[in-house]
Nanobody, 120 residues
């Protein structure tokens, strides 16, 4: 069973920075796409940033230019560097990984989340 464990969340003032890390229980090179999602109370989980196995990145409009997603295959981690944080970046951030199983089935994995709070 794959486990994803997030770390790095916390309380930061607006304009500050945080780096989230997601440690996988197996090599991240086994996954096709990895991503970070954010959820706030009463809202659906939304995609913040994703990175493909080949390193192609995509960002939500709100994260473009401020956040950077990266994956380190040797460390089994995917990270999200967040700069110039805003109060609206507040939420629980979840690590996500997608793999294709032996029979071609989709396999989605989620971490338990880490809280990010940005104060104004």
């Amino acid at each position: 069973q794959v486990q994803l464990v997030e770390s790095g969340g916390g309380l930061v003032q607006a304009g500050g920075s945080l780096t989230l890390s997601c440690k996988a229980s197996r090599s991240v090179s086994d996954f096709n796409d990895m991503a970070w999602h954010r959820q706030t109370p009463g809202t659906l989980r939304e995609l913040v940033a994703s990175i493909s196995r080949g390193g192609v990145t995509e960002y939500a409009a709100s994260a473009e230019g401020r956040f950077t997603i990266s994956r380190a295959n040797a460390k089994n981690t995917v990270s999200l560097k967040m700069d110039t944080l805003k109060p609206e970046d507040t939420g629980v951030y979840y690590c996500y990984a997608h793999a294709v199983g032996y029979y071609g089935e989709d396999r989605d994995y989620w971490g338990r989340g880490t809280q990010v709070t940005v104060s104004s």
